[in-house]
C-alpha cells in the first residue's frame, strides 16, 4: 500500500486496537487511534508508538473527517459509537464482533447506515485464518464437503471468576461463541432445516448451558452442532468428504484424517501472517481495505442472529 492513500479511523485501543495498529503498520496504512481513556491511550503508545487522541468523541471527530473506521470498543459501546460515526460521514465501517449487543441494536444500525448511504461490516476474524484457507483450498468439486460437525463449549469456569460484565456474559452464545458458528456456516452455507436442543443453566447465564442439535444446509450438507458449557471443551469444527476428514482444533490449526487410519496429521501450511500477527487479522483488514470478500455484511449479521444464534440460543 501506499503512503499517499487516506488515513482511517482506528476506534478503541485496548487489545484488539493494539492488535489492529500492528497489522495497519505493517500494511504502512495511516490511521487516527483514537481511546476515551487517558490512560489507554498512554498504554496504546507503549504498545506501539502511536500517539493516540482520547477525550470528547465528537470533538475528535469533528477534526477527523474519514470515509473508513476500525471500532474495537466493548460490546456494550458499539452500537453508539457506530451511530456517531455513521453521523459523523464514516461510509464503510468495521465493528468487531458481534456488532451490537442485540439484534434489535443492530437493526438500528442498519436503519442509520441506509439512511446514511453508509456500508457496516462485522470482524469475524476467523473467516480469515490460514488455516480455514488451506482447508477451502482441499476442498473441491471432485471432494466436497458432506458432512460437518461444530462445537462451541466455553471455558466455563474460567468466564465465571473472570471480570467480564455480567451484562456481556449474558449473551456469551452471541458476543463469543458465535466466531465457531460463523465460521462453521460460513464454510458449509446456511441452515436451511434445523432442530435444536437446549438444557440446564449457569449462574451467568441462565438462559442454558447445553446446546445439541442438527439439520442440513442451503448446500445440501449434513451439519450437527453441541456444546457443553457445564464440562470441559474447546471449540472444533470437524469436516468430512469423501477422502478425508478435516479437523480444527484448535481452530488456528489444520489436521486430516485418512481412510484406513485414526492418526489426525497435521496439514502441512506456509503462515504467511498468522504466526505473526493476531490470527486473521491481516486478511480481514485487508479484506475491508479492498473488496470486502468473505466479510460478514451487517445485513447478513442481522439475519444470522434472528435465524441461526437466536435459534442455538432457544432451541426454537
Known amino acids: 500500500m501506499s503512503n499517499h492513500i487516506s488515513h482511517i479511523l482506528l476506534i478503541g485501543c485496548g487489545a484488539m486496537g493494539v492488535e489492529y495498529a500492528k497489522v495497519l503498520k505493517e500494511m504502512k496504512q495511516p490511521f487516527y487511534p ?61 465493528l468487531e464482533k458481534p456488532g451490537a449487543s442485540s439484534l434489535k441494536e443492530l437493526n438500528e444500525i442498519a436503519s442509520a447506515a441506509a439512511n446514511f448511504h453508509a456500508r457496516v461490516y462485522i470482524g469475524y476474524n476467523r473467516r480469515f485464518y490460514e488455516s480455514v484457507q488451506k482447508l ?8 466436497p464437503i458432506r458432512s460437518i460437525h461444530f462445537d462451541f463449549t466455553e471455558m466455563s469456569k ?14 456469551w452464545l452471541l458476543a463469543n461463541s458465535s466466531h465457531v458458528i460463523d465460521l462453521a ?61 478435516y479437523i480444527l482444533q484448535p481452530l488456528e490449526r489444520l489436521y486430516s484424517m485418512k481412510h484406513g487410519s485414526f492418526l489426525k496429521e497435521e496439514v502441512p501450511i506456509a503462515y504467511q501472517y498468522d504466526e505473526t500477527f493476531k490470527p486473521g487479522l491481516y486478511r480481514q483488514v485487508e479484506s475491508f481495505l479492498k473488496d470486502k470478500s468473505n466479510l460478514v455484511s451487517l445485513e447478513e449479521q442481522c439475519r444470522n442472529v434472528k435465524e441461526i444464534y437466536l435459534y442455538l440460543l432457544n432451541g426454537k
Open 136 to 143: 477451502q483450498s482441499m476442498v473441491t468439486e471432485e471432494n
Open 185 to 245: 456456516f460460513f464454510l458449509a452455507g446456511r441452515p436451511k432445516s434445523i432442530i435444536g436442543f437446549v438444557s440446564g443453566h449457569l449462574a451467568w447465564h441462565p438462559d442454558g448451558a447445553i446446546f445439541t442439535g442438527a439439520g442440513e444446509t442451503d448446500q445440501n450438507i449434513l451439519f450437527s452442532y453441541h456444546a457443553n458449557w457445564m464440562a470441559p471443551g474447546r471449540w472444533e469444527i470437524e469436516v468430512r468428504t469423501d477422502d478425508s476428514t
Open 34 to 94: 483514537y481511546t476515551r481513556s487517558d490512560k489507554t491511550a498512554a498504554r496504546f503508545k507503549e504498545q506501539t508508538g502511536y500517539e493516540a487522541s482520547s477525550g470528547d468523541f465528537a470533538a475528535f471527530l469533528a477534526n477527523h473527517s474519514q470515509q473508513k473506521a476500525i471500532v474495537a470498543v466493548p460490546v456494550h459501546q458499539l452500537k453508539s459509537t457506530a451511530m456517531l460515526l455513521l453521523k459523523s460521514g464514516v461510509k464503510e465501517l468495521l
Open 158 to 171: 474460567k468466564i465465571e471468576g473472570s471480570e467480564i460484565s455480567g451484562e456481556l456474559k449474558t449473551i
